[in-house]
Each structure stands twice: as C-alpha cells, then as structure tokens.
C-alpha cells in the first residue's frame, strides 16, 4: 500500500487567534454549501485550536489538520499518491481560499 506525502503550509492570519477561528467556522460552512457536490463524508472536530478534518473527492481520501496559532494558520494534509501530481495547484487552492477567508489580497 502506498503511503501518502504530507503537505505543510503557514498562512499569516493577521488578526488575534480567536477572530481567526471564528473566520475558519464560517469558512468550513461554506466550503461545505459550495462543494457539497463533490466532496463526501466530510468529517471535521475541533481539539483545542487544531481542527482535524477528513473527506473524500474523487474518489481520493483527504485529511488533515488546520491549526490556528497567535499569528498564522498551519495547514498540513496527507496526499494520497494519485494526488501528488496537482500538488501544485492544490496549495495554490488553499492558500487562495485561506487569503480569501482572511480578507486580504491575493
């Protein structure tokens, strides 16, 4: 069985954590509304200011863990092998959607 590649990425929130947060809930029913269509068994649970998520798409399993820190979000995910090729524009994805969420330009 092939071992899935973790992906790590900082994202400065500029705002105090608990604001911060307060934007990824919204952002999470959001994402749920507009991609409901092609995402399924979503599964998300807050420990602490760590939120633990799952999903599947494509057929391809997603998870991974969003942590809202003093000063920046950090995104890591585990990347199922077929997915390793749009690495690329998976972080180009998120890094849109979190500057979007957080209100500054991207």
């Not at 992906?7 to 105090?16: A, E, L, N, S």
């Not at 994402?31 to 599947?56: A, C, V």
């Not at 390793?84 to 979190?98: S, V």
């Amino acid at each position: 069985i092939a071992c899935p590649r973790t992906m790590r990425m900082k994202i400065d929130h500029g705002m105090t954590r608990e604001k911060a947060r307060e934007k990824v809930e919204q952002e999470l029913k959001r994402l749920e509304t507009r991609y409901g269509n092609r995402i399924s068994d979503f599964d998300s649970s807050w420990s602490g200011d760590r939120l633990h998520f799952s999903f599947k798409a494509s057929g391809l399993k997603g998870s991974g863990t969003l942590e809202v820190t003093e000063r920046e979000l950090v995104v890591e995910g585990k990347l199922p092998l077929m997915a390793l090729p749009f690495e690329g524009k998976i972080r180009t994805a998120i890094e849109k959607e979190a500057k979007a969420m957080l209100g500054q330009r991207t």
